[in-house]
């Protein structure tokens, strides 16, 4: 028996709803954690958290950053709105909104950018600067972990 014709195009535009609904879900899969939707960052990828004890914003981070960093994110015209030239400015983040969460390095915006998982958003950009050591990236790991003082 055929099915009447309603049926039919009822059932064609299920399928094609449900075929739709497959795209972007596979869509947001791929891309999603490229568009930095989702906030963990792959722990296996990143450099462990430095031993160090009692690490401080003044003592250890500042001088990496002024190293690597101050010069775009510096007093004057702070790329992303991002000024790291001082410990509130750092805490207070950018355009975006926080870069650290304190006590949560693996859930904090700089360590998932300077881990460079991403050329295409790693810090300092690609062609633009020397990259931060493993070692320095676990430093900025241990502070956060720490409390980010
Ligand atoms: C050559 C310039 C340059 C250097 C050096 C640089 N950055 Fe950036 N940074 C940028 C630009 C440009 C943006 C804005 C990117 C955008 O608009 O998405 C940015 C954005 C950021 C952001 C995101 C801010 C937000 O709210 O979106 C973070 C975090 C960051 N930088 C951290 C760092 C750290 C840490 C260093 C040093 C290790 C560094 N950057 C070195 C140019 C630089």
């Given amino acids: 028996m055929k099915l009447p014709q309603t049926q039919l195009v009822r059932a ?20 999603g954690p490229g568009l930095g939707l989702a906030g963990e960052v792959d ?18 981070i500042r001088p990496l950053f002024e190293q690597s960093c101050f010069k775009c994110h510096g007093p004057e ?17 950018g355009k975006d909104g926080k870069i ?15 881990a460079r998982l991403d050329e295409d958003e790693a810090m300092p950009p690609k062609d633009k600067g020397k990259p931060l050591t493993r070692e ?14």
Avoid: C, H
């Fill in 77 to 93: 015209k702070p790329k992303g709105r991002l000024r790291l030239d001082s410990l509130e400015s750092a805490l207070q983040g």
């Fill in 100 to 114: 650290i969460e304190k006590g949560n390095s693996a859930k904090s915006l700089i360590v998932r950018l300077t």
């Fill in 43 to 60: 722990l296996s990828k990143v450099p462990a958290a430095a031993d160090k004890k009692g690490v401080t914003y003044e003592k250890d």
């Fill in 136 to 149: 320095q990236v676990g430093l900025i790991r241990a502070w956060i972990d720490q409390g980010a003082k």
């Fill in 12 to 31: 064609r535009m299920k399928s094609q709803a449900t075929a739709l609904a497959l795209v972007i879900s596979f869509g947001l899969t791929i891309l």
